[in-house]
């Protein structure tokens, strides 16, 4: 459809949704958005520096669960389309303290579908409101080396509170739509990488950790399978859905690009040995050090991308060292960006998390 779109954005300020922001914008300048974001310590308003006091754009600082503030949010800004992105979005963080997990990602993203539904009938229920529910393949659980990638009728099966708490939000959102008919669309996406990637991640660790001299942790034996994608390749799935996707489906986005960990972590010191000059150790190779493992650590995750493939025409652009040098230009050239983000907090976090 070519109708102007009017976006509640939840969880704007953080890794996917202000990429997703910046590429809505980019790519359908006229559609207004509002971001609604918390600022946990995953937000932060400088992801979002550049749009700012731009047209059509709005940041309003608040909670998901607040419900009467998100009908008001839906009323003034006359929303018609809500990208759910807000959530706790660690697993380790979920492994040390999982309340907020179901705080945020259960209860807030139930709050938002009753604001939603609330209004969505006021309105007399017009055809054109989405819900669209940002999710993960971490709900599918792990896969062995032989099975076949996750599709969207694999069973359910969390391991972690996050990924349980995703799937509490996904079946929500699923019975919304069952139950009342609401607009409700899920995606289950593999792992995103890319800028405004906060650096308790894999890949923004790996990288800042080399800048800075530092070991580089890899869980257990370094075996553990990710699927990879492009945050941008994610944002234009995410256009397709909302644009062209059918209420109460669910889609799988994924890369098609399986690495296991250990070979990511050398891929991406190969990368930083020859991007980055005057690094403190070369080969950035000598950093590895294998540490215990995750508890619960899925062995692997795959995701068969074949319904958005053929139902809506979206396919990946990005290959993994194309999008890994991008990544890391980017982290390069905005130190500026990281470094105030590896506080206090974050230290002993990440002390708690490594035993470093
Ligand atoms: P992130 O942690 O970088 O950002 C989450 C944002 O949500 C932050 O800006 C935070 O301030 C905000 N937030 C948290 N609690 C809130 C609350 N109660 N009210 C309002 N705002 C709140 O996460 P991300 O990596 O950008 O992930 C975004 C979404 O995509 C999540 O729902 C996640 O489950 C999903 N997802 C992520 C990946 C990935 O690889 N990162 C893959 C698939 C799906």
Known sequence: ????????????????????????????PRDRVVVLDALTYAGNRANLADLE?????????????????IETLLQENAIDTIAHFAAESHVDRSILSPDAFIQTNVVGSFALLNAF????????????????????????????????????????????????????????????HHTYGLPTIITNCSNNYGPYH????????????????????????????????????????LDAVIHRGQP???????????????????????????????????????????????????RRYAINATKIKTELGWTPQETVERGLRRTIEWYLAHLDWWKPLLSQDYQDYYRKVYRA
């Not at 070519?2 to 890794?15: D, H, M, N, P, Q």
């Not at 006091?53 to 503030?69: P, Q």
């Not at 991640?201 to 399978?225: E, M, S, W």
Request: with cysteine.
């Open 53 to 69: 006091g731009k047209d059509n754009f709005r940041f309003v600082e608040g909670d998901i669960r607040d419900r009467a503030l």
């Open 248 to 298: 109460g489906e669910t889609y799988n986005i994924g890369g098609n690009n399986e690495v296991k960990n250990i070979d990511l972590v050398r891929l991406l010191c190969d990368l930083m040995d020859e991007l980055a000059p005057d690094l403190p150790t070369r080969p950035a190779q000598d950093l590895i050090t294998f540490v215990k493992d995750r508890p619960g650590h899925d």
């Open 198 to 237: 906060f650096p308790e991640k894999l890949i923004p660790l790996t990288c800042i950790n080399i800048l800075l001299g530092k070991v580089l942790p890899v869980y257990g034996d370094g075996q553990n399978i990710r699927d990879w994608l492009y945050v941008e390749d994610h944002c234009r799935a």
């Open 1 to 28: 459809d070519s109708e102007l779109r009017r976006l509640l954005v939840t969880g704007g300020a953080g890794f996917i949704g202000s990429n997703f922001v910046r590429y809505w914008r980019n790519t359908h």
């Open 117 to 176: 539904r609330t209004i969505w009938e006021e309105r007399g229920k017009p055809q054109h409101n989405r819900f669209l529910h940002v999710s993960t393949d971490e709900v599918y659980g792990s896969l062995n080396p032989d099975d076949p990638p996750f599709s969207e009728t694999t069973p359910y099966a969390p391991n972690s509170p996050y990924s349980a708490s995703k799937a509490g939000s996904d079946h929500l959102a699923r019975a919304y």
